[in-house]
């Protein structure tokens, strides 16, 4: 028969003694204790700087480096406290939209860095400061990065970490149920049927489901990039501005001063000569290096369709977003002009067209793409003996004076971030990235309790797990009646 006695120790041959519990031994500690500086040290050498790491994980594109380098190629660069002439080293280039480069150091003046690759015959236009600089390279592991770039290397390094931390954790508890098994063999039998940590309860199952579904997550965030490219409309704008003036002696009682202004009629009479202006100006939000070439003509032509190109400013080069062109027209050498034309066509006193044109190009980058555009919008007036006016608005268009400021948007393709698709719902790769990493760590934090709390109930004894599984069931006897003792059976085990 059995009693029921509700304490924790078992009976042996040399008597009573407490069950066994959780022991630590140093040899157990110096594991513990190596495996902890084995993880630091991977963490402080390897972890890239997007989880916190002081590492950075290029994967090399291109010849430019060759023959050192090839496509495919992976390098670890850890950034440094100073660079030198001949250092490799991973920077950011910011006429590339950020993109990062790896070349070699050629030069270093006045804080700006000045790289070439090794097999380019020209030098990196953009020449960037320390603080751009990402680092120096470390290791160099040759055709590593086709591998990593499917793997999407670096970012594997948690997942990693957090089976390490698991696998370890496992380990030890399976060796300390070793231990325990090894004293409790001369005291009581195993408990037979009992699961490697017991009965996991809610907690270890709750916990293993989320570790799924953020492991399934993390599986969405980490196998695709953090941006995608879009078309954007109005990623830049092209604008310009038409304006003249012209010294006017004796012309005060006229216009009310002794010069003309932009938007008032140029009396011939009063105005021998007239200065044409256009300022250009390229914007956008996006990262842009630019430069281009500028001029300005004006085009003469008749109704019967005879027309003369003069050149006002000759074409001149330029570096940044705007450039202002300015040209003379002497109306002296227009009247001679139009007086030939005249004579030779027997045609005089009509009414000209004069057209101003602008004509700009830009290259460059935008947003880290390649831009090359053109921009020479029109400005148009009435010319004939005695004045030169801007073009009155008719029932077709608008009159010049409204033209005065001119603009275009471009669009282009930019960097957007990229989503993760959950049902109706669409959630940016760094968030999910970032929900999946502390959302898994704190799925394995509490996997890892809870299979403590399965493990501290664990039966120690056949007893105690007779007691735990039948409970109220076991009723305590104190004695037997004569006449009524069972017979005794043997049985292997009572738990299930």
Do not use: C
């Amino acid at each position: 028969m059995w009693s029921l006695v509700r304490n924790r120790n078992t009976v042996s041959a040399g008597g009573v003694r407490p069950s066994a519990g959780m022991t630590f031994t140093v040899g157990s500690l110096v594991k513990g204790l190596v495996s902890l500086v084995v993880l630091a040290s991977m963490w402080f050498f390897l972890a890239p700087s997007q989880l916190g790491g002081s590492s950075s994980y290029v994967i090399t594109y291109g010849t430019s480096m060759q023959p050192h380098y090839h496509a495919g190629d992976l390098a670890i660069v850890k950034s440094a406290g100073s660079y030198h002439v001949g250092d490799i080293v991973a920077y950011r280039n910011a006429e590339l939209g950020g993109h990062i480069v790896m070349h070699r150091i050629i030069g270093i003046a006045n804080g700006h860095y000045t790289f070439k690759g090794d097999n380019n015959n020209f030098v990196d236009s953009f020449h960037p400061v320390q603080s751009q600089l990402v680092g120096r390279v470390w290791v160099h592991l040759p055709a590593a990065g086709k591998v990593l770039g499917v793997l999407h290397g670096p970012r594997l390094f948690l997942v990693v970490g957090l089976l390490a931390l698991l696998l370890i954790g496992m380990a030890a508890f399976a060796k300390t149920d070793r231990r325990r098994d090894g004293r409790r063999r001369s005291s009581a039998a195993p408990v037979a049927g009992a699961s490697y940590f017991g009965t996991l309860g809610l907690v270890p199952v709750a916990a293993i489901a989320a570790l799924l579904a953020f492991a399934g997550l993390a599986a969405l965030g980490f196998t695709r990039p953090t941006t995608t490219t879009a078309t954007q409309s109005g990623l830049y704008t092209q604008s310009g501005k038409f304006s003249y003036d012209a010294a006017a002696p004796g012309g005060k009682a006229v216009y009310g001063a002794s010069a003309v202004s932009t938007g008032q009629p140029i009396f011939l009479q009063l105005v021998k000569q007239a200065n044409f202006h256009f300022t250009y100006r390229f914007e956008s939000k996006a990262p842009h290096s630019l430069a281009g070439r500028a001029g300005l003509i004006a085009t003469i032509s008749a109704p019967d369709g005879w027309k003369r190109t003069l050149r006002l400013a000759g074409t001149r080069t330029f570096s940044g977003d705007h450039v202002t062109v300015t040209g003379a027209l002497d109306f002296r050498q227009v009247k001679g002009l139009l007086d030939k034309v005249g004579a030779l066509s027997n045609v005089t006193g009509g009414t000209y067209t004069l057209t101003l044109q602008p004509q700009v190009s830009v290259r460059g980058a935008v947003a880290g793409d390649q831009l090359a555009q053109t921009f020479s919008p029109k400005l148009g007036f009435l010319l004939d003996a005695y004045q030169l006016q801007l073009e009155p608005g008719t029932a077709d268009g608008a009159s010049s004076a409204s033209m005065l400021t001119q603009s275009t948007d471009g669009s282009g393709t930019v960097a957007v971030a990229n989503t993760v698709s959950l049902l109706k719902f669409k959630l940016p790769v760094n968030d999910a990235r970032r929900i999946a990493a502390i959302g898994g760590v704190a799925a394995l934090l509490l996997l890892l309790a809870g299979l403590l709390q399965a493990r501290s109930r664990r039966p120690r004894s056949v007893r105690e797990g007779i007691e735990q599984q039948f409970g109220e069931l076991i009723v305590p006897v104190t004695s037997t009646p004569r006449g009524l003792e069972l017979p005794t059976v043997s049985i292997g085990s009572m738990l299930r």
